[in-house]
């Protein structure tokens, strides 16, 4: 069977490619559907369909555009209310693909759609499962997305649903089979995801916590249920855009790819009131940007920060970016439906810096300075996760995690220098950038962030320090 994992790391998304006798299917694509296309093309084959496993809140799909450009129909599983024409299956149908047959089985819970599919070999063996999010390498999918869209669900009722769904559809299913899922370690589908992006399922029974044979319904819930951080806000969005359409990719590109000089981009930024999203290396930028710009860098889970970032997913956005990197900044602002990028900056950050317009700057320290300062008791925010900072952290540091930032910088001291650090000083530069932004000035960053830190002999702990300055 030519089953192929296509993974981008930057979301920690797995789409696949499914080839026979010249016919092809796409499961979960990403928005930029050309790659599939001369993937296809190389193989001399025809994308015969498009499945969706459901409908995604962490991305959206681009399944509208390759049905478009290929013909290929689009499939969901059972529940299904997509507000275009798709396939909608019932349980159990099947669809040929070349000498390959893909059975639909639903398998609700993650969402009511949530959908695995089977894929069955030329001689009818059973060859392994393309999961969505209902099962992941060490986890299952979150059962609270859906209730974000759906008045009359809740995370108690989806749980139960999977609990169903994995022990009556696909625990029975034979050790053997290999386990594809749409993610892996680093999206916020799931709370334990492995950095493995498959296994056979035997090897889940053994090993995945929500596949212990001895687990009761209750347990079940009780286990998945604890520990759920709030969604990214963008989710609820994502999965709107996926239900009823959205924007060419084509037009999404035609709309940002527009240079624009210097002065051209001050006015417009003026005009507009477009966002500034410079999207450089952290080091890069703090040594020099554009006034009230926010970094994202392009090199990190761009995406992701994005989408946790910026509340407004119509917000107009003009970029700021390495040379030849705009078209990649575009697209991959447009995989969480950041659709309103209306031009970028000719010639980056040294074109501007060059025709004398004002520049500002992020003051740093290096580890060993930060444990210097250390001794003089400064106020030390620490902006990693919960569960990172409750692992280790500084004596003394307060955890405001940088996805809380947006409705909590408030509580930042504004008449006192204070001291920013993350795990290697990507995620405490958006931080520094917002707040700079909004009016903070009289902090410093922790060149390296906790990695540099741990190597000084700074004090650190595992006990959980209050995580509010108020």
């Known amino acids: 069977m030519k089953i192929e994992q296509i993974y981008t790391g930057c979301i920690a998304h797995a789409a696949y490619y499914l080839e026979s006798n010249g016919e092809a299917a796409i499961f979960d694509p990403l928005r930029e559907v050309q790659p599939y296309i001369e993937r296809a093309t190389s193989d001399q084959a025809k994308i015969k369909y498009v499945f969706e496993t459901h409908f995604h809140a962490d991305f959206v799909s681009g399944h509208l555009d390759l049905a478009k450009k290929t013909g290929a129909k689009i499939v969901y599983g059972p529940t299904a209310k997509p507000r275009f024409e798709a396939i909608v299956a019932e349980d159990n149908q099947s669809f040929s693909v070349g000498a390959y047959t893909v059975k639909v089985i639903h398998t609700p819970g993650h969402t009511m759609e949530s ?108 286990e998945l249920l604890t520990g759920l951080t709030n969604p990214p806000g963008y989710f609820p969005k994502n999965v709107l855009m996926n239900i009823q359409g959205y924007d060419s990719l084509d037009t999404v590109m035609e709309r940002g790819n527009h240079p624009l000089s210097p002065s051209e981009f001050e006015l417009m930024a003026n005009e507009s009131k477009a966002l500034i999203l410079d999207t450089r290396a952290p080091e890069v930028f703090a040594k020099g940007f554009i006034p009230n710009s926010i970094n994202i860098g392009l090199e990190g889970n761009f995406a992701m920060w994005v989408g946790e970032m910026i509340p407004d997913i119509m917000q107009e956005i003009l970029l700021v970016t390495d040379n030849d990197k705009e078209e990649e900044a575009i697209i991959r602002l447009s995989r969480v439906g950041y659709d309103h990028a209306i031009g970028y900056l000719k010639g980056g950050f040294n074109a501007w810096k060059n025709s004398g317009y004002e520049v500002d700057t992020v003051q740093r320290l290096s580890a060993d300075q930060f444990a210097k300062e250390y ?42 220098p204070f001291i920013l650090h993350c795990a290697g000083g990507y995620r405490s530069m958006i931080a520094a950038s917002i707040l700079k932004s909004r009016g903070y000035h009289d902090f410093v960053d922790v060149e390296g962030g906790m990695t540099a830190i741990a190597k000084t002999t700074v004090p650190k702990t595992n006990y959980v320090c209050p995580t509010t300055l108020l």
Do not use: W
Request: hydrophobic share 35%.
């Open 115 to 222: 959908t695995t599919y089977l894929l069955i070999d030329e001689n009818g063996k059973e060859h392994g499962i393309i999961t969505g999010d209902t099962l992941f390498i060490g986890d299952v999918g979150r059962p609270d997305l859906a209730q974000h869209v759906i008045a009359d669900l809740t995370q108690e009722k989806l749980a139960n649903l999977l609990f169903d769904s994995l022990r009556k559809k696909i625990m029975p299913l034979s050790d053997d089979l290999i386990v594809y899922p749409n993610h892996g370690a680093g999206s916020a589908c799931g709370k334990k995801m492995s950095k493995e992006t498959t296994d056979t399922l035997g090897n889940q029974k053994r090993t995945n916590y929500a596949l212990r044979e001895d687990m009761t319904r209750e347990e079940f819930v009780d």
């Open 375 to 416: 001794t003089t008791q400064p106020i030390i925010i620490d902006v990693r996760k919960k569960s990172e900072f409750d692992s280790e952290h500084v004596v003394n540091a307060i955890n405001l995690p940088l996805n809380e930032l947006n409705i909590r910088f408030y509580e930042l001291p504004q008449e006192e």
